[in-house]
């Protein structure tokens, strides 16, 4: 049986995302130092063999010269990644304009910019055009390495013009498409100036994935008052052509978590956390620095809690790890300098001279460090204001499996639809509603956290990455069977 699989090729699947799995430095030599960049994206689709795949993104360097292009492409194909050349005023105007700037905000619900009308209009035309251009970009790429037979899958917000630019090179590309962030109601997307323009390049795709059902139906929502289509329970229809539209809830690469807990570094990194926190229960957040997470009001729930309740004062601890990103944004070096006061104002209200209440971190941990963390932590507190899913409430779960603890989560973040049962589920606006299920979170009964971990940490080993990215191309290859069938008849 090896032997006959071992002869039959495996389908290519090309991936296709802003950025590719690994960031490209230049040495000084001229040669090419490759990191491997682990995020959500990368461990889903590192994970999956039923198919052989290639990426194609911006390696997050700006190589003007043709010679460094070459050696780049060349130190890539080794990992299996194709690059798509952006120079630095296109990286401007597309990534940090129209992509974060623009979309990031608006999807998460938080408004299109709000500088002077005119100038805000002036500078959204040439992002979009921007936008535009970067996408085609992408698509010549795609065309160029595409042969008979590739699925193609399209990820994110980055790239919602690529399904139609490929479609226009070659109408029987199997092209599907996925959103990593929420998808807003049709009322905030009716904002959006190139509103129309975006939807109809989505719906060149064959299939259209969401997180959860409610952004499917958003989207759905959005084609049919905007555009004036039909929904239908599969997707959406214009002039008899079907683009399906469905969820595909992500997952995480449960058992590399499960797995690293064995490992004599994370147990030696777990004894160390264990004794530095002895005597206190641990609260833990980790996210990307982004006003989308919630930061401020995560950490003014707990000053809220620790105000109403001194006697927790020195048994509790916040561990807030906040990774910076977009640093070169002022929102975010806003965000960044008020996140810091917050926790010195705390620190220096409730600290005593051995201890504080609150360490925050301004960096990224590396996996094991991560892991270890995940493990010592009695209560997890994510409180995204919006987001698509959120993983790190899925990693938390995982590594959870020995103690149990209690995860806090936002009923905006995707992952609510899947460990609701399992969370306390709170409205990260509300500061009192937090602090009130902190002190539920520390003080619940050991049988009723043992229920609701068995409820999550089934779904969390169950719901994997690899099945997220195996049911997606399965789909979009009966999707575009179906169609094939419904032409012929
Ligand atoms: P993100 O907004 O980046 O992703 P998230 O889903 O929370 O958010 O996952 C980020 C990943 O980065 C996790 O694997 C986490 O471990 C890691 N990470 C975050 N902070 C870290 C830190 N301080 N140190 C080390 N690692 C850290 C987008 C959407 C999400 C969606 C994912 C996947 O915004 O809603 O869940 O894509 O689709």
Redesign the pocket.
Known sequence: CEKQDARVPKQRLLVVANRLPVSAIRKDDYSWGLEIS????V??LLGINEFEARWIGWAGVNVPDEVGQRSLTKALAEKRCIPVFLDEEIVHQYYNGYCNNILWPLFHYLGLPQEDRLATTRSFQSQFAAYKLANKMFADVVNEHYREGDVVWCH?YHLMFLPKCLKEYNNKMKVGWFL???FPSSEIHRTLPSRSELLRSVLAADLVGF?TYDYARHFVSACTRILGLEGTPDGVEDQGKLTRVAAFP?G?DSERFVQALELTQVKAHIKELKERFAGRKVMLG???L?M??GIPQKILAFEKFLEENPIWRDKVVLVQ???P?RTDVPEYQKLSSQVHEIVGRINGRFGTLTAVPIHH?D?????H??CALYAVTDVAL?T?LR?????????FVACQDSKKGVLILSEF???AQSLGAGAILVNPWNITEVATSIGYALTMPEDEREKRHRHNFTHVTTHTSQEWAETFVSELNDTVVEAQLRIRQ
Not at 363 to 367: A, C, E, G
């Open positions: 682990v995020g959500g994206l461990s889903a994110d990593h962030t929420p997180h992500i995480i980790v996210d990307r982004d989308i997470k790890i906040a990774v990103t971190l960096r990224s941990l590396d996996f460090a991560l994510v995204s987001d698509g899913m959120n993983l790190v409430s899925y990693e973040a995707g992952a």
